[in-house]
């Protein structure tokens, strides 16, 4: 039978009950070795690579896990390799772990539509049809230094 490691989301969870368990903060290390305990990962799946390595997938979806928890605002990395809980990751606990996902998964959407960047090519389309009129940049200097 082959080792697999389970989807990332599957991680969020896990990664808060084991930076709890650890006392609220610890190394990426002490995460890890603590998560896979919780998920009853064996050594099989841990050692499995992403692709031909040299990183394995567990570590590689625990620090995906990370990053989204902390985007999410439950988790922080003050200090190189070192995460804690935040107080709304503690609060968080307290949760269903199928609202933990969701909560995760929404506080993503979230960052992604705050970064959409608009193209210059919608924003003169747009104008066009609201019919403003965009001034080249020179037009604009001239204005405020007149």
């Not at 697999?4 to 969870?13: I, L, S, W």
């Not at 992403?50 to 394995?56: K, S």
């Amino acid at each position: 039978m082959k080792a697999t490691v389970p989807p990332f989301a599957e991680f969020f969870v896990p990664v808060l009950r084991a930076l709890d368990a650890l006392g609220g903060s610890a190394s990426i290390e002490e995460i890890d070795d603590k998560t896979a305990v919780l998920m009853n990962i064996s050594d099989a799946a841990r050692a499995v690579l992403v692709g031909d390595g040299p990183r394995a997938k567990f570590d590689y979806r625990c620090a995906w896990a990370r990053s989204w928890l902390k985007n999410a605002g439950l988790t922080n990395n003050s200090e190189r390799g070192v995460w804690a809980l935040t107080a709304e990751g503690r609060a968080s606990l307290s949760l269903a772990p199928e609202e933990i996902v969701r909560l995760v998964r929404r506080a993503d959407a979230a960052l992604r539509k705050a970064k959409t960047v608009v193209a210059p090519e919608r924003v003169e389309a747009e104008a066009e049809a609201a019919d403003i009129a965009l001034k080249d940049w020179r037009e604009q200097l001239l204005d405020i230094l007149l």
